[in-house]
């Protein structure tokens, strides 16, 4: 559920049967002699592995709420696991016999297995380049480095889980390069736990050095790593360890403390967070200069921020507390930091504060909020990078977003090219306090990852050798953004990928896409695998609905707690709006969504059954009276919001997809994707949602239930694995929407 610190992270988002109604013609009168014909039977449907009931009863608030399926939350008992053996060969049968499998699973294959590599996660230091790279057909992403961004042969491997681990189980959760650049930190992790431990390599040689430092990071509260100025140590995110919490309090109470290299892990040092909340998030960042710590921490996963800083001489001082608006703070170049604040300014203003005051109330204004979005950064490269005479800046434009310049006054200064309609990232300065000089990740919908180098004294941009290569084309298509209107009255915007001069006719299949939360932005970005519904002439499309930070903090807010009706609403305005422009019709519509925007599936079928004729939903939310009782979970109240609150239960209550199945009910065609692993939305979500919704429809559209044993949350999932899954996944979504795959 949290915003991934690396922008490879994201391996799955980067992402004729029917329970919707046909639309009635108009009635024939039959000749009055005549007896009325006999309807149609409807076809029988699938006959389902069975799943008991055993009713269980809750009281909130005066309200009771009951349920059947809640014996299928305990993983550990051998009954579940047996059901989701049966529910797995169910499926299985079920998506093998698929018509477009053959042609799906040979085109993907050759996509995602083929010439492609993709590159991101950018670091700079001791004039080295870092990042990290995909190339099939190893099963994980890897770290290169380079000395020369503009020669491909000089990149060279330096930590290779693939080679670490031939099963392709072990992945790497973040990596961090040491300030002269001769050491990588790297938090490596098994099977999509996210369930990280902190090994250091040596650029130079590959080679694993020093001692492993245990539970750095995890699937809850993430993890960070900044090293010491002298580089011969490091502060790091721990946690807990041995019998320090019970077992199932070891997902919390994240701390920071200091690791000198060479010595003991059991030797070190405390440093801060015993008076930090237990859903705490923490990111770390040293400046070498003055040797001073930046720690910043989150409430969960609700978007309030406390800012804290060390001095050299080891003193802590808090200047930023949750609810006081700032949430983000940079070193500066001058003995100050630079802080963006919401408090006011929903999209955002940049301040700048001596570190001598440590006293927000004394920082001077450098950039106002504006008509665009000011974009704070959380974990990876920051949004706000200070060199020696420019500031460089992320503005989010209502999902697209573009790296603005100014001066150190705040004086703006010519923006570098970039690309239309497009998204940039990995904001990397080569020597901040020499130059001007700055690497950056540009993205678009029909345009793969390129990292860029500007020029800080020319001010040209040029493309480096660190530049995707996608097999996909998307010849011939256009990017067309609309706005649909909500129920509220709330303009949302849509962004459709289709071919150019395509007639509006309504004849089109369509996918739509959403997500809706945490203040995440659903940016423009070139998918391998979506090419294959351009090329059968599927359209597909990504809505910027409200939950996300689109259009600020206001746009996030309007989204979450008792708001969150508001982002299921937009969903449902951007589905209707293709309808109405004739871009598709429900018979022909398929609505995509994973994690949060698994819950906005839930919550689209139960509330709209009759909208579309397919749904795939990843790792999805559905239970949302009791998520808040596993771990991530926690983390997710202060942006669900939690039962013990009347008003935020009541709030919850209506619109929980779990609890919004109605017997009798004809649902679409709906496939569950989930990873036994999850440590992110516990897998036990799917299962349950699974066995309500088929227990209660009354189509013949099949509900599938597919879980992955060996993965998880989707980060860390080995590229084998990623093409079965696509496979499956888009053979639903052909087979349903009535189009036989082609070959190419």
């Known amino acids: 559920?949290?915003?991934?610190?690396?922008?490879?992270?994201?391996?799955?988002?980067?992402?004729?049967?029917?329970?919707?109604?046909?639309?009635?013609?108009?009635?024939?009168?039959?000749?009055?002699?005549?007896?009325?014909?006999?309807?149609?039977?409807?076809?029988?449907?699938?006959?389902?592995?069975?799943?008991r009931k055993a009713p269980v009863s809750d009281t909130y608030h005066g309200v009771t709420v009951t349920e059947d399926y809640r014996w299928l939350e305990d993983a550990s008992q051998p009954e579940v696991m047996t059901w989701v053996e049966a529910q797995n060969a169910f499926t299985r049968e079920k998506l093998d016999a698929l018509p477009g499998v053959p042609v799906l699973r040979e085109r993907i294959g050759a996509l995602m297995r083929g010439k492609r590599t993709q590159y991101g996660g950018l670091a700079f230091a001791g004039g080295h380049l870092f990042s990290f790279k995909v190339e099939p057909p190893k099963q994980q992403a890897f770290i290169v480095v380079t000395d020369d961004w503009n020669d491909s042969s000089a990149e060279r491997v330096v930590v290779d889980p693939n080679v670490l681990d031939p099963s392709g189980g072990t992945s790497i959760d973040?990596?961090?390069?040491?300030?002269?650049?001769?050491?990588?930190?790297?938090?490596?992790?098994?099977?999509?736990?996210?369930?990280?431990?902190?090994?250091?390599?040596?650029?130079?040689?590959?080679?694993?050095?020093?001692?492993?430092?245990?539970?750095?990071?995890?699937g809850t509260a993430g993890g960070s790593v900044a090293w010491a100025p002298d580089d011969r140590g490091f502060y790091y995110t721990r946690y807990?360890?041995?019998?320090?919490?019970?077992?199932?309090?070891?997902?919390?109470?994240v701390q920071v403390y200091f690791h000198r290299l060479g010595t003991p892990t059991e030797k070190d040092r405390y440093e801060l967070g015993k008076d930090f909340p237990k859903i705490a998030e923490i990111d770390l960042r040293v400046d070498r200069r003055s040797g001073r710590v930046l720690c910043t921490v989150q409430n969960g996963d609700g978007g309030e921020f406390s800012l804290h800083l060390r001095e050299k001489k080891g003193k802590w001082r808090t200047f930023s507390t949750f609810g006081d608006g700032l949430v983000q703070a940079v070193f500066g170049l001058k003995d100050d930091l630079y802080l963006v604040s919401l408090k006011g300014s929903p999209r955002g203003r940049l301040l700048r504060m001596p570190i001598k005051s440590l006293d927000p109330a004394k920082a001077v204004e450098l950039l106002p909020e504006g008509e665009d979005t000011l974009v704070p950064s959380f974990w990876g490269t920051p949004s706000i990078v200070l060199t020696k005479s420019r500031l460089y800046a992320t503005y989010q434009l209502g999902g697209p977003s573009q790296i603005r310049v100014f001066d150190h006054r705040g004086k703006a200064l010519p923006t570098p090219e970039q690309l239309p309609v497009a998204s940039v990232g990995d904001l990397t300065p080569v020597n901040a306090a020499k130059g001007d000089d700055l690497f950056f990740s540009a993205r678009s919908f029909l345009e793969p990852t390129t990292v860029f180098h500007l020029d800080g004294k020319s001010g040209k941009t040029a493309a480096t050798a660190l530049r995707a290569v996608n097999p996909a084309s998307y010849e011939g298509v256009e990017v067309i953004r609309e706005l649909a209107t909500s129920k509220d009255g709330t303009k949302v915007p849509v962004n459709i990928l289709?071919?150019?001069?395509?007639?509006?006719?309504?004849?089109?299949?369509?996918?739509?896409?959403?997500?809706?939360?945490?203040?995440?932005?659903?940016?423009?970005?070139?998918?391998?695998?979506?090419?294959?519904?351009?090329?059968?002439?599927?359209?597909?499309?990504?809505?910027?609905?409200?939950?996300?930070?689109?259009?600020?903090?206001?746009?996030?807010?309007?989204?979450?707690?008792?708001?969150?009706?508001?982002?299921?609403?937009?969903?449902?305005?951007?589905?209707?709006?293709l309808v109405t422009r004739g871009y598709t019709s429900s018979e022909r519509l398929g609505i995509r969504g994973g994690s949060n925007g698994?819950?906005?599936?839930?919550?689209?079928?139960?509330?709209?059954?009759?909208?579309?004729?397919?749904?795939?939903?990843?790792?999805?939310?559905?239970?949302?009276?009791?998520?808040?009782?596993?771990?991530?979970?926690?983390?997710?109240?202060?942006?669900?919001?939690?039962?013990?609150?009347?008003?935020?239960?009541?709030?919850?209550?209506?619109?929980?997809?779990?609890?919004?199945?109605?017997?009798?009910?004809?649902?679409?065609?709906?496939?569950?994707?989930?990873?036994?692993?999850?440590?992110?939305?516990?897998?036990?979500?799917?299962?349950?949602?699974?066995?309500?919704?088929?227990?209660?429809?009354?189509?013949?559209?099949?509900?599938?239930?597919?879980?992955?044993?060996?993965?998880g949350h989707g980060m860390g999932t080995p590229l084998d694995e990623q093409i079965a899954q696509y496979v499956d996944e888009f053979a639903f979504f052909f087979a349903h929407l009535g189009v036989e795959p082609k070959t190419p």
């Open 1 to 51: 559920m949290k915003t991934p610190s690396l922008l490879l992270a994201l391996a799955l988002f980067l992402t004729a049967c029917s329970g919707a109604p046909e639309k009635p013609e108009a009635p024939i009168e039959a000749p009055a002699e005549a007896a009325p014909a006999a309807e149609p039977e409807a076809p029988p449907a699938p006959a389902y592995p069975e799943t």
């Open 174 to 218: 973040w990596f961090f390069p040491s300030h002269d650049g001769k050491l990588l930190a790297v938090s490596l992790a098994k099977g999509g736990t996210e369930k990280g431990d902190l090994h250091v390599f040596e650029t130079a040689t590959g080679k694993q050095v020093h001692e492993v430092i245990p539970g750095v990071n995890g």
């Open 240 to 253: 807990p360890r041995g019998d320090e919490r019970p077992e199932d309090e070891k997902a919390f109470w």
């Open 498 to 577: 289709a071919p150019k001069g395509i007639e509006l006719d309504g004849s089109h299949p369509l996918i739509l896409y959403g997500y809706g939360g945490y203040g995440v932005n659903m940016e423009p970005y070139s998918s391998t695998t979506n090419s294959v519904f351009l090329e059968n002439g599927i359209l597909y499309a990504v809505a910027n609905i409200r939950g996300g930070g689109e259009f600020g903090e206001a746009w996030h807010r309007q989204g979450n707690l008792e708001n969150k009706q508001n982002v299921f609403d937009d969903f449902e305005a951007v589905a209707r709006h």
């Open 598 to 711: 698994g819950l906005l599936m839930g919550a689209t079928i139960t509330q709209h059954p009759e909208l579309a004729r397919v749904c795939v939903s990843h790792v999805g939310i559905y239970d949302m009276l009791r998520v808040e009782l596993h771990p991530n979970g926690a983390f997710n109240v202060t942006e669900f919001g939690t039962v013990k609150d009347e008003g935020q239960f009541r709030a919850l209550h209506a619109y929980s997809p779990y609890h919004r199945v109605v017997d009798g009910t004809a649902y679409p065609a709906t496939l569950l994707l989930t990873g036994m692993n999850d440590p992110r939305v516990d897998a036990l979500n799917s299962r349950k949602m699974a066995a309500r919704l088929q227990a209660a429809t009354a189509g013949d559209a099949p509900i599938l239930l597919r879980t992955s044993l060996d993965t």
